[in-house]
Structure formats: C-alpha cells, structure tokens
C-alpha cells in the first residue's frame, strides 16, 4: 500500500522554464511534508518542508504548494538550471507515527 | 563536518553470508533511520531508533536486525543474505521526530 506516491517517473524541462513536480498522498494523518532531491552516489538532501498548518512555503526558486482537501502536494521550481537535474523525493509523515513515508521519485531532467 | 557516514560503499555477499552495514553520525541526534532504495520502488524504511537503547520496525524489517548501544552508531545486521536484499541502503539521522533528515552516501549490495 503505497501512501506517499509520485505519479510521473520523471520529466523533462528547459533551462529558465517552471518545473513542476507532484505527490499525492492517501494517509489524513500526515501533517508534515518533505521534499528531498538526489544525485546518482549520494545519498537524499533535504530541499524544502510543509506544515499541514499552510498551503505554501517558499525557499529562493523552490515552492511546495499544498492542498489538504485533495491529498497533493507539488514543488514548483523556477526557473529551472541544469543543476537540478536529479530524482526528487516527497515524503510525509504524522499522528503517532515517527516514520518518514517516502514516494517513488521523480527524475527531473534540465536540458541547457 | 562528518555528518553521517556509512561503511562499506560497496559490497558483494553470496547467498546465506552474513555482515553487518555500519553506520555513525556525529550531531547528536537521537534519531536514526535505515532505508533500502530499490529501482522504481522510492526508499523504504527498515528499522528506526528514536535513541540509546530504543530501536523499532519499518515498513521492511524482515531479514534485519539493528541496535543502538550508542547515541552515535546504528549498525544493521543482515544474518543469512537472500537476492532480495540487493539494494542500495541508506541510513538517515535526524534531531527530531519525522526529519528533515540527514542522509549518508549508501551502501550499494549485491547478494549473489
């Protein structure tokens, strides 16, 4: 039962234009979502966080947006650079629980 | 910094060997994770510890076993090493409960 998932395995955008990047989830326990970015050889870096408590947090050209009625959450990156090409992780975790429920991953591709 | 460091980088085990993943952070964070990263599949989680002493199950434990004698070191045990547990595993540590997380470099195993 995948609770965090990432429905888009990977996607393709130019240097300067807006990426956009999703994750639904299906547990209305989670409160609390991550988004992390990895390069191949390396392990995940924490990019940017949510509360459940706002709809949007912003961190330089990196956005989550989300939207609790439907379960989605999506990272805005813009304008996209060559250098964030990699596989992005969301994640999300709540209630009781200690856990960190990762998704699948998205592999952006910034083409120059 | 150190931050979290993972030994080996690399290793190939045959069927029914056993070895022991190391893992050690030096921020002082009670939490500690491992997760196994498999293709297409995200990263799932193994075991969790949320302090010395205090160690729980993920969504995958089985085939594991880890401890935590030390606020420093999470070590995960693999005792008769199967196929299914080639993976890439990465362990994670964090001061509070649900990240952000702190992630090593993995350690990418073949069991053949």
């Known amino acids: 039962d995948q609770q965090v998932k990432q429905n888009s395995p990977s996607l393709s955008v130019q240097e300067g234009r807006i990426s956009i990047l999703n994750c639904d989830y299906t547990n209305s326990m989670f409160d609390y979502f991550l988004w992390y970015k990895k390069y191949p050889a390396e392990g995940p870096t924490f990019l940017i966080s949510?509360?459940?408590?706002?709809d949007k947090n912003e961190d330089g050209r990196f956005t989550v947006f989300l939207n609790k009625s439907a379960k989605h959450l999506s990272l805005h990156i813009v304008p996209s650079q060559p250098g964030d090409s990699a596989v992005y992780f969301c994640?999300?975790?709540?209630?009781?629980?200690?856990?960190?429920?990762f998704g699948t991953g998205t592999l952006l591709a910034v083409q120059p | 910094n150190a931050g979290v460091t993972q030994t080996p980088k690399f290793r190939i085990l045959k069927i029914g060997q056993s070895m022991t993943l190391q893992c050690a952070q030096d921020m002082n964070h009670n939490y500690m994770y491992w997760y196994r990263q498999d293709p297409g599949m995200g990263l799932k989680l193994i075991y969790y510890?949320?302090?010395?002493?205090?160690?729980d199950k993920g969504e995958v434990p089985n085939g594991y076993n880890v401890s935590r004698s030390t606020t420093e070191d999470f070590p995960l045990r693999l005792e008769l090493a199967a196929p299914s547990q080639t993976s890439v595993y990465f362990c994670a540590s964090s001061y509070k409960s649900g990240g952000p997380l702190h992630f090593g470099n993995g350690t990418r195993l073949t069991v053949t």
């Open positions: 994640a999300a975790t709540g209630g009781a629980t200690n856990k960190l429920i």
């Open positions: 949510i509360s459940s408590i706002k």
């Open positions: 510890s949320v302090g010395a002493g205090i160690t």
